[in-house]
Structure formats: C-alpha cells, structure tokens
C-alpha cells in the first residue's frame, strides 16, 4: 500500500522554496497563487521556476488543470499545449478517496493536504504518486497540487502486478471514466489494439456501431446495480472483424471507493461454432442436410398459426415415400439407399421455392410444407414437379435404378388444428396412392376422410389385440389325398369378438397389412406354430408333421425375418425341415430379385417355401424356375377349375406335371366336393386342404 504520510507540505503563507524531490519537505512561493496560467500570464520567472523543479507540478482551477510543469508534462507525455482544462480526475486518479464523483480540490482549510494517487504515464503504465494539495485562491477556486512518485518500496510491487497482468489468459483492460488506463497483452491478441492504443482512448470502439451509443453506459449502469456483470455479446476488433465473447465487468475500487471499471473477455468464437452446429444437426437430418421430423413439425405449426389470423395464407403438405427403395438396399446396400436419399434431397430443392419447407422425416419419408397457395390444384403442381424429378432413375455407383414415389396430398383445412393432423391426413392420401398401384399421387378428401377415420378405428382395434394378446390360433390340416392320413397343418391365426363371432386369419392378416400391424402378429404365429410342433413331437411322436406359417408382403421383405426364424428355430430345437414358410404370389411379383435373396436366406436356413395362390396371375412359371421353392399351392379358384372341361384343365394338368418335374409337391387349396377330390388326384396332386376334408381345428390331437 502506498504510504499515507506526507513526503512534502505546502504551507499556505510560506515564501521559501525548498524542493527535495524523495525525502525533503517540498514548498512553492507564495506568488505561484497569482499564477494565470491557462494564458501562460504571469513572471516569465514563475513558470520557469516551476518548469524546473524536479517533481510534478499541477494547478488546478474550478476541478480542471491549467497548468502542469515540465516534469508532469514529460512524465504524462503530452506537449506543451495539451495540458490545459484537462479534467483532474484523468490526471490523477483515485485523488479523491471515498467518492467515485469529480469534484474540486477545494476545502474550508487553505491547509495544505496530503494525498496518494495514480497517474497514467506516458508509456501506459499506472505510476502511483503522493503529495499535497493546498488552496492559492479561494475566488476563483484554485489550488496548487505538488506531488512525486511513490517510495521506492513501490517499484517491485508494481513491476510484479505488470507481469501477473500480462500472464492472464484472458484480455484485460482497466477503465476510468471514458479512458482506458491499462490493456494486457492478451488484449492486444484478441482485439488488434496495441496498448500504446488503447490507453487513453475508450473501450467504445470494441462496441458494434448498431449498440454503440446505448449499451456501454447500460452495462456501466448495470454494473453499479448488480455489481458484477457477465454476458455472452459480440465486440469488434481492430480490423472490424466480430469476436464472440464472455465479458465480464466489475468495479474498480480504491480505498472503497469507485474509481472505474475492470473488464476482462475470453473469446468463445470456437465453442458459439461448435454450439451453432450442434443445434442445425439437432434440427437438421445429417445424410440429406434437409429439416428433420421436429423442425418441420415446427413449422408446419407456425403456418397454421398464420392461417389461424390470416384465413388467406393457406399451406398444404406434400407427403411421400419411395415405392422400391428397400429392394435397392436389399440388392445394393445402405450405401446405395443412402446416395439415393441425398440425390432426393438435392432434387426436392431445385424442385421448391425459396418459401418452402422440404423434410425428411425418417427412412425414406419426405414432407414438403408448401404455404401461400390458392387451392388443392397449385399443391397438385407440386406434387406433379416431384413426382416427375423423382421419376427419373437414380444414377448410384454408375449404376441406373428407379424408385418412384407414392405421393400424398393435403390442403390444411379448419379442421386441421394441429401440424400431426395434417401429416396424418398427407400419409393416409399417400396410402391410397399406393394401393393404386403407386408412382402417382392422390389428393385427400372427404372420402379419404372417412377411409382414414374407419382404419385408425381398425388400428386401434388391431393394437388393442395384440396389446392384450386376444388373438387365439387354429391349425389346418393338411392331407395325402391318396392315403388320407394327415401330413401336416397350416397355423391360422384368427380373432374370436366379444359378440362371438369370429375374425378369419385372412381378413385379420389383410387388416394388419393396411395399417403395419402385421409384423408383430406374423412373429406371434410363428412363434406359436413352432411351439405346437414341438409339443405335438414330444408328446404324441409325431416327428413326420410339418408346419405352415403365412408370410404377407410386409413380413417377407422385413430385415428382420431371417434373425427372428433362427432364433424361434433355435428356442423351439424343432427339425427346420418339417417348417413351411408359406409366401402369396402377389409378394413375389412386388420385387422377384429381392425375393430370390431373402427366400434363399430363409433356405439356408434349413426351412421351405411354399408358395400360396399360385396359378392366380401369369408370374407363376418363372418363379417356379427361379426361386428356391419346395411346395406350390394351387389357388382356391384353380381347384374350383379341376372339374371343367378344355384349356383351363389342360393348364391345371399342366402346373401339376411341371411342378413335379422340378421336385414339388402341390397342394390343392380349398377342396369342398368329391369331384374336385378325385379329378386332383387323378391328375396326380399330393396333397390338399379345404372344408371337404377338414376346417380349421383348435390344437388337433392328429391320429396315430
């Protein structure tokens, strides 16, 4: 701490001069009273005599200084001209202890009094200074202030505060009043701003120039409120560059008064980067770069809401996924499925307006918010612009394929109170378009409206049954037509209604299809099926029967189905060659290529196929030659056709003698009199099922 003991006194009334500029007291005349110095008025020798004495010299009148002498003025390092009608607070600081107010120097004491303080130097540093002060001329306020630098035990203190400053990490600057006093080399790195600079100039010009005039003498305010600030802002570098920063500003006290401010900032430009990146990839898909489902659920809610105060501003949603996208990755890869995504993404912008959202919800869902439109009919002409890009093929590792989509189309309605609405409606419009045949686009509507609200009934249903497990399994006999005996079951799963009334595995089957339900209940029935075998192999020792469980459309080409039949296989340890997995035509001639893959997975497996309602299309031949099939089933209307006449039973006799030339055997589906019993036999079928011979029975205890 700097010494509180006087070094010098000025004595009002004295007339000797004695100057010791270390230990000695230290006088001025009398006449320096007289001194009119702002004109440089006055004895030629006043001036001179104090221009040589060896400390600082100062008079200040009504709170300014109007004259320094040559020892202040070099020390201060500013020209013979600059020194007047400087405020002396800026001279010296911390002068005045227990305010933080400029005032002047006047007392009711002509007295000299001591004082210690901090003077700016030339060379930026803060050099503290001690001395007297004493009034010369109570008229017009004015005082003579007489002062040298601080003991010599000073030095090392100083000196070592200068390298703890320059060692912090973060930029420092020290500010009293406008004027900054001190910057750390730190400083200099991040703002540009040498100190030479900086000191005596203000911590304004770091400010953006949009909030320059406000917000530095906010954040003063908030300081003297709060007493300390820290925020997150922006400041301006020496080349106008903006520099992301924590900032923080405190009170500078000196003997518990408010000299100034102490900031210090610490640039967080990397982690803002880092921060800003983080929230696009939170909101954003990473493989397309488009909106993912929760911003564009965002902003589909803020369109309603404009719609909602605005009735003119009208948006729609365009939904659509890819018809064959999962044959291309069951045949190429991920790699392939994904350059395909990004390639929609790229085509979805170049097919939108500037206004437009497009989103990838999942997989390979798109969505496309198109707002400010008219009717149904400008959404139609989107929709027609995507499905004409996506049309075209793909080029994907200098390969071509296609994938055309089914598109959904909905005009957002009153009745449209939520963004989830809107997208369930685009998705059931979607639906339809791909039951009719996909690679097109269909409008929803009323008529849609009902169809959605009947299958979200369905679907409730549906959940409902296989959340609390009402399903129940029946099991078709299958027969030897020759002997009769039993040779194995079909396992049927089926709905038994509160009413009583039963629900069919094919109606059941079909209804789950529609709304996505059917993988879960085909891994209950086979699950199931297997368990029956097993059990009907321990207990009756019937290791000869076989099982057949249904596969629809969804359940063959799920990634899942091989992983899932290892595994029943392997917790049932029942003999894989006595289970059928039974597969309807129509499955096949969705994607024949990615059936042949996944069928002989399935072979591989050790389990056979058989393929249902074959004879129903003109596919059957060539997927009797390609894929691996063991067993055909004959369609219930070609049984029907087994007892006509002419060319109809000529092709019958035809896929019978064929199909067992290539090592299967045919079952004949749905036999219901004796002429088709024994027309089927005489054209040589092995094997048959139908009401004829037998229904569906509850876990049949089969015959010995």
């Known amino acids: 701490m700097l010494s509180h003991d006087p070094r010098a006194a000025v004595q009002a009334g004295e007339t000797r001069t004695e100057v010791n500029a270390t230990s000695g007291p230290i006088s001025v005349p009398r006449e320096a009273r007289n001194l009119n110095l702002p004109e440089h008025s006055g004895p030629r020798q006043q001036v001179d005599i104090l221009d ?268 659509f996924d890819l018809d064959r996208f999962k044959e291309i990755n069951d045949e190429l890869g991920h790699a392939a499925g994904d350059a395909v995504l990004r390639i929609v993404a790229e085509r979805l912008r170049i097919s939108l307006r500037p206004q437009d959202t497009a989103a990838r919800l999942g997989g390979d869902e798109f969505a496309v918010l198109v707002e400010n439109v008219v009717s149904s009919g400008d959404l139609e002409i989107v929709a027609d612009r995507i499905l004409h890009e996506m049309k075209l093929p793909f080029e994907v590792f200098s390969r071509e394929v296609e994938s055309p989509p089914s598109i959904g189309v909905v005009m957002a309605g009153p009745e449209h109170t939520s963004a989830e609405m809107v997208i369930r409606d685009a998705d059931y419009a979607m639906y339809r378009a791909k039951q009719a045949g996909g690679g097109r686009y269909e409008v929803f509507d009323k008529h849609l409206e009902f169809y959605a609200t009947s299958q979200q009934e369905r679907e409730r249903e549906l959940r409902s049954v296989i959340d609390k497990r009402l399903f129940e399994f029946c099991y078709q006999p299958v027969y030897r037509l020759e002997s009769g005996k039993v040779e194995g079951f079909e396992a049927l799963i089926c709905l038994r209604r509160p009413d009583g009334t039963m629900e069919g595995s094919r109606d059941l089957l079909a209804a789950a299809e529609d709304t996505g339900l059917s993988i879960a209940l085909g891994r209950e029935t086979l699950d199931a099926a297997c368990a029956q075998l097993r059990s009907w192999r321990e207990s009756l020792k019937q290791a000869n029967l076989s099982m057949t469980v249904n596969l629809t459309q969804r359940q063959l080409y799920h990634p899942s189905l091989v992983d899932h039949l290892k595994h029943v296989l392997a917790a049932s340890a029942i003999d894989a060659g006595r289970l059928f997995v039974e597969v309807p035509e129509s499955a096949l001639n969705q994607n024949p290529d990615a059936a042949v893959a996944i069928l002989q997975r399935v072979v591989d497996c050790g389990v056979r196929v058989s393929v249902d309602e074959f004879g129903s299309t003109l596919a059957p031949l060539n997927h009797l030659v390609r894929l691996p099939i063991s067993q055909v089933k004959l369609d219930p209307k070609l049984t029907a056709a087994s007892v006509s006449q002419g060319r109809q039973l000529a092709m019958i006799e035809s896929l019978i003698r064929l199909s067992q030339t290539l090592g299967m055997e045919v079952v004949a589906e749905g036999i219901e009199t004796q002429e088709q019993l024994k027309a089927l036999v005489r054209m040589g079928c092995a094997l048959g099922q139908g009401p004829l011979l037998s229904p569906p029975l509850d876990a049949p205890r089969p015959a010995e």
Request: glycine share 8%.
């Open 52 to 319: 040589a004495l060896p400390v600082l010299v100062f008079i200040e009148r009504a709170g300014r200084v109007v004259f320094a002498n040559r020892e202040a003025r070099q020390m201060m390092g500013i020209l013979d001209e600059e020194w007047t009608t400087r405020p002396i607070e800026d001279v010296l600081w911390g002068l005045f202890p227990g305010t933080a107010e400029p005032r002047t120097l006047l007392t009711a004491s002509r007295r000299g009094s001591p004082f210690h303080a901090t003077m700016p130097a030339r060379n930026g540093r803060l050099l503290p200074v001690e001395g007297t002060y004493a009034i010369t001329d109570p008229g017009v306020r004015e005082a003579v202030i007489v002062a040298h630098l601080g003991g010599r035990e000073q030095a090392p203190k100083s000196r070592l505060m200068d390298d703890v400053l320059a060692c912090i990490p973060e930029a420092l600057a020290i500010e009293h009043g406008d004027h900054v006093l001190y910057t750390n080399p730190a400083f200099t790195r991040m703002f540009g701003y040498a100190a030479e600079e900086t000191v005596g100039a203000g911590l304004r010009n770091l400010i953006v120039p949009e909030t320059r005039f406000n917000e530095h003498a906010t954040l003063a305010r908030g300081v003297d409120v709060r007493g300390r600030l820290t925020l997150e802002t922006v400041r301006m570098n020496k080349a106008g560059d903006l520099v992301d920063v924590n900032m923080q500003m405190a009170p500078l006290m000196v003997e518990g008064a408010q000299a100034g401010y102490i900031y210090t900032f610490r640039d967080i430009g990397e982690r803002k980067q880092i921060e800003v990146k983080l929230q696009h990839d939170a909101m954003h898909d990473v493989l397309t770069g488009l909106p993912n489902r929760a911003l564009f659920l965002d902003r589909v809610k803020l369109a309603l809401s404009r719609r909602a105060r605005r009735p003119d501003q009208i948006c729609g949603i365009i939904y």
